[in-house]
Structures are given as structure tokens and as C-alpha cells.
């Protein structure tokens, strides 16, 4: 079992400054991509920023040029930094991550772990 663990959260004013991080702990063979996700209320979940174990990332286009996703392998950590901020960047804010454990009996096993969410809300 994966856990991932989301924190720097809350609120800011619009063109504030937030850093996200997501530490994942657990059975971990290995950790592919890794990402952050946002639900705003009555909207669907959307893709944010990933990032890939040798360091390639993509961005949403609402976001590109504001926010900056990185990841420390060692510590299995990811974090977004997300620049001038705006009021529909308010929703909570999702880790996931693309891992591989090892299963009794079953061997090496991949599939994509999530966080349980941090609110980030921007005040105008």
C-alpha cells in the first residue's frame, strides 16, 4: 500500500504565492510519474502538472508560465509551485502518483495512487 501525504494548502490573495508538496510513503518498488490534480465545485477533475521519473513535465495551458512542478526522488516528494495566482486557480488540489509495489503472489504491481486533497483558495 501507497500513501500520499499533501500539505501547503490555503488561502491567498490573487497574485500571492503557494507551494504545494506530496510525500508518498509505503511499499514503494518504484515511483513512475507523479502529478497534481484540481477539482474546482461543480467542475471536473482536470490535470494540473506531471512530471516524469527522469524529470519531463507538462502543463495544463491555464497554468503554464505560473506554475512550476519538481520532485525530489529521494525523498519520493513532489511539489508545485504555483506563481500570481488567480481566483479560478481556487479548487483542491490532488497528488498522484504512478507507482510500482511488490505483491505477494502477484509480483510487481503498478497503479496510480492519489492524495487526499489539499484546498487551495484565491481571494480577489
Known amino acids: 500500500q501507497v500513501h500520499l501525504v499533501e500539505s501547503g494548502g490555503g488561502l491567498v490573495q490573487a497574485g500571492g504565492s503557494l507551494r504545494l508538496s506530496c510525500a508518498a510513503s509505503?511499499?514503494?518498488?518504484?515511483?513512475?510519474?507523479m502529478g497534481w490534480y484540481r477539482q474546482a465545485p461543480g467542475a471536473q477533475r482536470e490535470m494540473v502538472a506531471t512530471?516524469?521519473?527522469?524529470?519531463?513535465?507538462n502543463y495544463a495551458d491555464s497554468v503554464k508560465g505560473r506554475f512550476t512542478i519538481s520532485r525530489d526522488n529521494a525523498k519520493n516528494t513532489v511539489y508545485l509551485q504555483m506563481d500570481s495566482l488567480k481566483p479560478e486557480d481556487t479548487a483542491v488540489y490532488y497528488c498522484?502518483?504512478?507507482?510500482?509495489?511488490?505483491?505477494?503472489?502477484?509480483?510487481?504491481?503498478?497503479?496510480?495512487?492519489w492524495g487526499q486533497g489539499t484546498q487551495v483558495t484565491v481571494s480577489s
Open positions: 509505503g511499499s514503494i518498488f518504484n515511483i513512475n510519474a
Open positions: 512530471i516524469t521519473s527522469g524529470g519531463s513535465t
Open positions: 498522484n502518483s504512478n507507482t510500482d509495489t511488490v505483491v505477494v503472489g502477484a509480483g510487481l504491481v503498478r497503479r496510480n495512487y
